[in-house]
């Protein structure tokens, strides 16, 4: 028997809704297939006349607090940005035909007409990070490594103004001393001060995003009737090759590569792709 929540859309049924689009001057036709309300999900088909460009954007900002237990933490140390906190996230997408030989029956209109290029354009901000400590308890509080709960060092500067963000591999990042954030910010509690450290929670902004996807395709008809269909594509990923710092090798103040970063995104990725349609 079918699952009773798998909803199943006959796009070819629904009617194409004409929508003017003042941005190019011209209608647009689109299908709306899913509008989900709780998680904010929309797809829909979008018809594109030849030659215009449709960009689409989301830039939405946030903030989140940290919770401790169910309860909001407001002491000091503990008030700070949720781990999954980005204070900007931006996302762009285009679709654009390529207005060039759309019209005529000769080669040259067969080969060349008709291309559709598009991408998606995606950055944003860090996330951010707590940094520990370890080998010294200064508070008594019993706590060891690998716990749910942490050690945490003083904290005498902002570790983010005026950050150094250099990185390089790490043969290179432990010789020369790279780091991400301003290392120097961090510092172990005072001898003889019984206290556990001030620093809070994810004090520390972590890189960033930035990233461009492009794609080129066209089809062609290799039937008179038009029922067989040859698809050509081609999808670069990181198109730019930008270089996007992922994770840091240690935030604990105690390693010897605290702070520097150790990880990396995903260089381009090139992808070739042909396929019949019938």
């Not at 070819?12 to 299908?31: C, F, Q, T, V």
């Not at 043969?171 to 172990?188: D, E, M, P, R």
């Not at 604990?252 to 970063?261: D, E, P, S, V």
Request: charged letters at 15%; glycine letters at 12%.
């Amino acid at each position: 028997m079918p699952d009773p929540k798998l909803k199943v859309i006959d796009s070819g049924a629904l009617p194409w809704e004409e929508r003017p689009n003042e941005k190019i001057g011209r209608s647009l036709y689109r299908k709306n297939l899913i509008e989900d309300p709780d998680t904010g999900m929309e797809v829909r088909l979008v018809r594109y006349p030849a030659g215009a460009i449709n960009p689409r954007h989301t830039h939405p900002c946030a903030h989140g607090m940290y919770v401790l237990e169910g309860t909001l933490a407001t002491h000091d140390g503990e008030y700070g940005p949720a781990p999954t906190d980005r204070r900007q996230v931006l996302t762009a997408n285009y679709v654009y035909t390529l207005p060039f030989f759309n019209h005529g029956r000769g080669i040259l209109n067969s080969a060349v007409g008709g291309w559709q290029v598009s991408g998606i354009v995606a950055a944003y901000t860090g996330q951010p990070t707590t940094i520990t400590t370890s080998g010294v308890d200064p508070a008594g509080l019993g706590i060891g490594n690998g716990g749910p709960a942490s050690l945490r060092p003083d904290q005498i500067c902002d570790p983010n103004k005026g950050a150094p963000h250099t990185y390089g591999g790490s043969a290179q990042s432990a010789s020369q001393g790279l780091a991400w954030f301003n290392t120097a910010c961090f510092a172990a509690v005072p001898q003889g001060v019984v206290r556990p450290g001030n620093a809070g929670r994810y004090t520390v902004r972590g890189p960033g995003f930035f990233n461009l996807d492009t794609s080129i395709m066209k089809n062609f008809n290799i039937s008179k009737e038009g029922q067989w269909k040859l698809q050509l594509r081609a999808e670069t990923f990181n198109t730019l090759n930008w270089v996007n710092p992922n994770g840091f090798a240690s935030a604990n103040n105690t390693a010897t590569n605290f702070g520097q970063i150790s990880s990396f995104r995903a260089a381009r990725r090139i992808q070739l792709g042909a396929k019949i349609n019938f």
